[in-house]
Nanobody, 124 residues
Framework: VQLQASGGGLVQAGGSLRLSCAAS????????MGWFRQAPGKEREFVAA????????YYADSVKGRFTISRDNAKNTVYLQINSLKPEDTAVYYC??????????????????WGQGTLVTVSS
């Protein structure tokens, strides 16, 4: 699976962005899809994950209520809607796929495939 993340950019605090992760090479059916982020000088951290059928989602406490993960299996694409952005949300955001995994996978080692990342910068 090849993953291509896009949608990052520079936004003011309080603004919104919608990140996309398009997959190619094979269908995303049976893959758990996740979003992670890595801020400068910090380790990559889990943000959100969604089950292959869509309804089941799981979020890091730091983003719960502001971020929404969704997927369109027909388009082989996963989205991350980010609202009420804060300067501390500044990071490179990565999408990832885990075959037959769990929506509660929060460790990078649990994901088989990774996108290249898209930079989100939030100004105060």
């Amino acid at each position: 699976v090849q993953l291509q993340a896009s949608g990052g950019g520079l936004v003011q605090a309080g603004g919104s962005l919608r990140l996309s992760c398009a997959a190619s090479g094979r269908t995303l059916r049976n893959y758990i899809m996740g979003w992670f982020r890595q801020a400068p000088g910090k380790e990559r951290e889990f943000v959100a994950a969604i089950g292959w059928s869509g309804p089941t989602t799981y979020y890091a406490d730091s983003v719960k209520g502001r971020f929404t993960i969704s997927r369109d299996n027909a388009k082989n694409t996963v989205y991350l809607q980010i609202n009420s952005l804060k300067p501390e949300d500044t990071a490179v955001y990565y999408c990832a796929a885990a075959y037959s995994g769990s929506v509660y996978y929060t460790e990078t080692s649990q994901y088989n495939f990774w996108g290249q990342g898209t930079l989100v910068t939030v100004s105060s």
